[in-house]
């Protein structure tokens, strides 16, 4: 990837690092987040065992629609960039 040396760099890293984010997000909602939670209610003999609901499927789904819609159109303005700036005059 060539940078240009008049960009900031958060002006060409916020998208990986909104991917970033949202991969590591999902990984903690959806494995991790569990079996920590089931874990420690396992070791913890006074509490009842409870079904672990995901905090970001909280509100219908919302953030992931929402981190969808954002990932998939900066996706696809980033390939509309790179492919007019590889076209030839």
Known sequence: MVIKKTEHWIQTGWRPALAWSYVFICMFDFSIGPILFN??????HGQ????YSAITLQGGGLYHLSMGAVLGLTTHGRTKEKLESTKIA
């Open 39 to 44: 874990m420690l209610q396992y070791y913890d």
């Open 48 to 51: 009842t065992i409870s079904a």
